[in-house]
């Protein structure tokens, strides 16, 4: 399903609203939901929020999307995927792990050019070319879109084959976070989420990469199966499109 193809699996969704409601009389309940690890502090936001507007809690599984999906594969009982990709709810639906018609982009993410150093990072990416840096930190491009669209950037900027031998690969944006936070590399491409704090950066120095240098990080929900029929989880996707949600969204450096 194309991102651009939200208003279908709204009116889904809305019907499994009224039929959950129906089944549950309207009970506060609990969802589990997988979330990438790129949208830990906004979707901690979202959900205390959530609770607060409808009563239902949403209990908060963070990691990296090829993990979730292979512990939802081998039964993990996950009501909601908040992946970091597109691919991998489109996958679960395509083998009968997520209910038909409730993908959609909840998020579009950002990319940074960060050091926990203040002044490191200049506000066009040029210390790029003048290397000065032992290492670069990214999160691996076969696995994570941040890390695949990192690679994009750098092959636009005609630097990926020179920049290489200083890559520090993430197993994913969180760890590859972790790697330039502690200094164990110097500058890293990662989400703008992770450093942006009520639409700034919080700390250190960074470069927000335009993103006509790599292709969209398109973030996809999906209702997994053991969700259906749950009012909480169905009622948790509709909140991920409302204006609260997309307001602690842009805080955090994620567009509309």
Not at 134 to 149: D, E, M, Q, T
Not at 204 to 209: A, D, L
Request: proline residues 4%.
């Amino acid at each position: 399903m194309s991102h651009t193809a939200p208003y279908r699996s709204l009116r889904f969704l809305a019907c499994l609203v009224l039929a959950a409601a129906c089944a549950q009389a309207a009970a506060a309940g609990t969802v589990s939901v997988a979330v990438a690890a790129n949208f830990t502090a906004p979707m901690q936001k979202i959900a205390a929020a959530f609770e607060a507007d409808t009563g239902h809690q949403a209990t908060l599984s963070f990691g990296a999307s090829g993990k979730f999906y292979a512990q939802i594969t081998h039964g993990a009982p996950f009501q909601v995927l908040l992946s970091a990709d597109e691919a991998t709810p489109a996958r679960l639906e395509r083998e009968g792990k997520a209910v038909a018609d409730t993908r959609f982009t909840y998020a579009t993410g950002a990319l940074v050019l960060w050091s926990a150093q203040p002044g490191l990072v200049d506000d066009q990416g040029a210390v790029l070319r003048s290397g000065g840096f032992r290492h670069i930190a990214l999160a691996n491009p076969k696995v994570a879109p941040y890390g695949a669209a990192a690679v994009q950037v750098m092959e636009k900027m005609g630097l990926a084959t020179t920049l290489q031998p200083r890559w520090v690969l993430g197993e994913n944006i969180a760890q590859t976070f972790q790697f330039v936070a502690s200094g164990n590399a110097q500058l890293g491409f990662v989400a703008l989420s992770q450093v942006m704090v009520d639409g700034r950066m919080a700390q250190g120095s960074g470069w927000r990469v335009p993103a006509s240098l790599h292709a969209p990080i398109r973030q996809d929900a999906a209702l997994l199966l053991p969700g259906r029929g749950n009012a909480a989880a169905i009622a948790l996707l509709q909140y991920l499109r409302g204006d609260k949600a997309r307001s602690i969204m842009r805080a955090h450096g994620y567009a509309d």
